[in-house]
Structures are given as structure tokens and as C-alpha cells.
């Protein structure tokens, strides 16, 4: 991951959010999982699978195809009480709108 400061990187937009920006050769599902990780204090293996949310290879082929092409996607999915948006420009933006544990409340 790019920019996985902790989980430091956080904006304000009448919400409490994690943003991160991942390598062109890691697997967005990979990102995500790891993002989340990061996010709810917990270790990948502690998370719901995202299988059971999304379709994990349809999701990487989208992000690979749009990277390869100069086209744009933006999905956008629910998993572990928190949204998840990731993008083709290889960001993902976690939204704590009603997570579990967020490091913004020092849940640490």
C-alpha cells in the first residue's frame, strides 16, 4: 500500500472516513482487506470474507481493465458496518459511518 499511515489519514466531509492509495501490483481486493484491517484494529483474518460480499476476481479485472484502458470505475460496496469505495485511480475511501471500531474514537 501507498499511503497506509497508521490509519492517520482521515477527512472530514460530515463523516469520518479512511483514504488510502494502493501499488499498481497489489490486487485491489488484497488493498481493501488490508485497508480495513487497518481501520477496525483487527487483524485480515478477523474480517467477514469479502467473497461474501463481492465478487473478488470480477472486482480486480475491472480496476486492471480500467488502469490498462484510461477508463473510469468507481464501486462502491457495504462489508464489516462500514462502505467501502474503491476506484480505478487505485484509491479506496472508507466511510466509519456506523463501524464497529474506528481509531478516530481512540479505540485502540
Not at 485480515?44 to 463481492?54: A, F, G, K
Not at 490498462?68 to 462502505?83: I, P, Q
Amino acid at each position: 500500500m501507498v499511503s497506509e499511515q497508521g490509519c492517520g489519514n482521515f477527512i472530514a466531509d460530515g463523516g469520518s472516513a479512511f483514504v488510502t492509495e494502493f501499488d499498481a501490483d497489489e490486487p485491489a481486493v488484497r488493498a481493501i482487506s488490508r485497508s480495513l484491517a487497518a481501520v477496525k484494529g483487527v487483524s485480515e483474518t478477523e474480517l467477514e470474507p469479502l467473497y461474501h460480499r463481492i465478487e473478488l476476481d470480477a472486482l480486480n479485472r475491472m480496476i486492471r481493465h480500467a488502469n490498462g484502458r484510461d477508463g473510469s470505475v468507481r464501486v462502491e460496496f457495504r462489508v464489516e458496518k462500514c462502505t467501502v469505495h474503491v476506484t480505478d485511480k487505485r484509491v479506496i475511501r472508507i466511510r466509519f459511518d456506523d463501524c464497529g471500531r474506528s481509531v478516530m474514537n481512540g479505540d485502540r
